[in-house]
């Protein structure tokens, strides 16, 4: 199968490092997040990675190759970095044929992507007519035409209503389980938590983080107990007698940082007091990924003096 393979990879412009000595690999049979504030290199990488700009120095291949020298190449990879690319004046049927016809791809396949993409009900409708999320899907249809090892999507959620969303997320699990490589940037973190198996994480080009997503929620955020009680006074005392500190919400639930629930329950079972909620808090990708590139980030907001 093909995997990905970024090697020391460097882009500049002008002066400016967009991508800094780059190195990380996707592999097949998982769905690769690409994460980093705006600015961070992941377009570049992508861009880079297809064939579409030259490294200063390194190399990205796929499968061991560049993409330059792939036979067939939309055969090989896929990919969606600019949903506006579709000629305005065509329908979304033609648009998949032009591109079908030029790269020995059966045509058969046009209305299998226009099926798998929910776009066969507009597929005579011209591009000019179609809404950003159409677009979006239209993107993604001429991203898996050659039916390809390798699919690299660049804010595949972008305009996408609810129902969208879920249907990308189960797209994406299903080319990996399909033993696909599959990298997919994204802005939306609760998103890439739902279907991202590992994550590469940039930050002002350079290489932040390429782990196992859980690990990367686990390493950053400290788990906690969520509870709620009516008898907050119990409660309180017999957390303090044990040591635990609480923080408590606005909402009434209080969070118990490093405890677990078994301790907490027995805790408030000894005390008499009655628990109307508990759960374990293991933390979310954005508050693990925030901790991670609060440092990095290029356009952060400084607070102004005064
Ligand atoms: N063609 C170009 N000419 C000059 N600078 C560029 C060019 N393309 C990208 N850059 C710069 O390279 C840096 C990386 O940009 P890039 O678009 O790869 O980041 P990104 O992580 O995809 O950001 P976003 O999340 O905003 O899409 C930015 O500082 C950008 O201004």
Redesign the pocket.
Known sequence: MTSIDVQNLT?E??T?R??DDLTFRVLPGRVTGFL????????????LVLGL?RPTSGSATLGGRPYATLPDPLRRVGALLDAQAAHGSRTGRDHLRVLAASNRIPDRRVDEALEETGLAPAARRRVRTYSLGMRQRLGIAAALLGDPEVVML??PSNGLDPEGVVWIRTLLRRLADEGRTVLV?S?LMHETSSFADHLVV?GR?RLLADTPMREFVRARVRPAARVRTSDPAALRSALARHGHDVVEHPDGHWTVPDARVDDIGRLASAAGAPILELTADEGTLEQAYLDLTAAET?FTAHPQEA
Request: no cysteine; proline share 4%.
């Open positions: 882009k412009y002008g400016r967009a991508v980093g504030p705006n600015g961070a290199g992941k377009s570049t990488t992508m861009r700009d660049d804010e940037s802005h940039l080009g290029e």
